[in-house]
T-cell receptor
Framework: AQKITQTQPGMFVQEKEAVTLDCTYD???????LFWYKQPSSGEMIFLIY??????QNATEGRYSLNFQKARKSANLVISASQLGDSAMYFC????????????FGDGTTLTVKP | DAGVIQSPRHEVTEMGQEVTLRCKPI?????LFWYRQTMMRGLELLIY????????DSGMPEDRFSAKMPNASFSTLKIQPSEPRDSAVYFC???????????FGSGTRLTVV
């Protein structure tokens, strides 16, 4: 079974609107971390936001927030007030265990922001 | 800090040749990862190190691939002999705390013809 599932290959959003990118995960480890990364067309990978499995509150970083629903094993990324520069591929990732070791990545969602 | 530095940015080589990719992690980061990205397989972890010691190399495709980290500031990924199916973007990344994401290098785009 896939550990990270991103069911939306592509998404469109109007500039200035909010958009939600879906991510579900599968693990039996009680300790894990969830991450989102952005990959613009230039190719670099940029870390956006982190959510720990024991965190009580949803993580936020500027216009990014992570909608963490532990019972449903979902970790959706919400981007508020979309900008043209948000057009990119977005990857959800999970790191299991207590260390800072390896992450497993989903297949990604391509977001296109329309003017 | 200059970030994670990878070289070369692009590499075109002929099948059968040896290829060496290089990575300098961020100073103070004690984890280093090598990932490969292709359209077909997405982002795959090849190997990762903690404090210069290889921890998990289960993602290394076969014996043609090898990786070393002789010190905290340098790592190499070697492919010998290279094959066309090795064509991909190879990323190096480093990290130091569990609650923060990786810092990725710019990647090396490898083309084997």
């Amino acid at each position: 079974a896939q550990k990270i599932t991103q069911t939306q290959p592509g998404m469109f959003v109007q500039e200035k609107e909010a958009v939600t990118l879906d991510c579900t995960y599968d693990t039996s480890d009680p300790s894990y971390g969830l991450f989102w990364y952005k990959q613009p067309s230039s190719g670099e990978m940029i870390f956006l936001i982190y959510q720990g499995s024991y965190d009580q509150q949803n993580a936020t970083e500027g216009r990014y927030s992570l909608n963490f629903q532990k019972a449903r094993k979902s970790a959706n990324l919400v981007i508020s007030a979309s900008q043209l520069g948000d057009s990119a591929m977005y990857f959800c990732a999970m790191r299991e265990g207590r260390g800072a070791g390896k992450s497993t990545f989903g297949d990604g969602t391509t977001l296109t922001v329309k003017p | 800090d200059a970030g994670v530095i990878q070289s070369p940015r692009h590499e075109v080589t002929e099948m059968g040749q040896e290829v060496t990719l290089r990575c300098k992690p961020i100073s103070g980061h004690d984890y280093l990862f090598w990932y490969r990205q292709t359209m077909m397989r997405g982002l795959e972890l090849l190997i990762y190190f903690n404090n210069n010691v290889p921890i998990d190399d289960s993602g290394m495709p076969e014996d043609r691939f090898s990786a070393k980290m002789p010190n905290a500031s340098f790592s190499t990924l070697k492919i010998q002999p290279s094959e066309p199916r090795d064509s991909a973007v190879y990323f190096c990344a480093s990290s130091f705390v569990r609650h923060y994401g990786y810092t990725f290098g710019s990647g090396t785009r490898l083309t084997v013809v």
